[in-house]
T-cell receptor, first 112, second 112 residues
Framework: QQQVKQSPQSLIVQKGGISIINCAYE??????FPWYQQFPGKGPALLIAIRPDVSEKKEGRFTISFNKSAKQFSLHIMDSQPGDSATYFCAASKRSNYQLIWGAGTKLIIKP | DAGVIQSPRHEVTEMGQEVTLRCKPISGHNSLFWYRQTMMRGLELLIY????????DSGMPEDRFSAKMPNASFSTLKIQPSEPRDSAVYFCASSSIMNEQFFGPGTRLTVL
């Protein structure tokens, strides 16, 4: 029940296209859902996060869509650029607990 | 702020040797996390401190691994004796009450 399942494992998208990465969770006590971006040789960095009181959050070309009833959330990258090529991790946690439960990661490659 | 600082950035050692990884969290953050990242196992939480106290060490692989946080500005992860299967990138991250975890640049450990 603590798992966060992420898909796909890898994704190739043409420049200008939409990249979509999906995550699912089981624990309904989770109330914080961040996405982290990791470039090779670097540590993960927070990209965007959402709490379950909203269904969507947008920051620039990055959008999180959240479906509470389905216990799913997804990251959409609009107008994908080669600089977006990285590994993306979803995660979840409870407000009362700082520990993040991580997805397995998605390696995204944007083809020029 | 300089962000989370980790040292060394790279460590190459021989099997059986003791390895000590160091971390300086962001000033004011009260939670500190040690992670291990490998291709096979992804991002694994090893141990989590809150206010310098170890809260969850269930991810520590075995007794060869130990972690300390003697004060709010310093933590160590020690492996003694090291084995080739310990080769990985080790990340330290810190956070405040806002849940966002800030990662250091990591230490790439190679055990020959």
């Amino acid at each position: 029940q603590q798992q966060v399942k992420q898909s796909p494992q890898s994704l190739i998208v043409q420049k200008g296209g939409i990249s979509i990465i999906n995550c699912a969770y089981e624990n309904t006590a989770f109330d914080y859902f961040p996405w982290y971006q990791q470039f090779p040789g670097k540590g993960p960095a927070l990209l965007i996060a959402i709490r379950p009181d909203v269904s969507e959050k947008k920051e620039g070309r990055f959008t999180i869509s959240f479906n509470k009833s389905a216990k799913q959330f997804s990251l959409h990258i609009m107008d994908s650029q080669p600089g977006d090529s990285a590994t993306y991790f979803c995660a979840a946690s409870k407000r009362s607990n700082y520990q993040l439960i991580w997805g397995a990661g998605t390696k995204l490659i944007i083809k020029p | 702020d300089a962000g989370v600082i980790q040292s060394p950035r790279h460590e190459v050692t021989e099997m059986g040797q003791e390895v000590t990884l160091r971390c300086k969290p962001i000033s004011g953050h009260n939670s500190l996390f040690w992670y291990r990242q490998t291709m096979m196992r992804g991002l694994e939480l090893l141990i989590y401190f809150n206010n310098n106290v170890p809260i969850d060490d269930s991810g520590m692989p075995e007794d060869r691994f130990s972690a300390k946080m003697p004060n709010a500005s310093f933590s160590t992860l020690k492996i003694q004796p090291s084995e080739p299967r310990d080769s990985a990138v080790y990340f330290c991250a810190s956070s405040s009450i806002m849940n966002e975890q800030f990662f250091g640049p990591g230490t790439r450990l190679t055990v020959l």
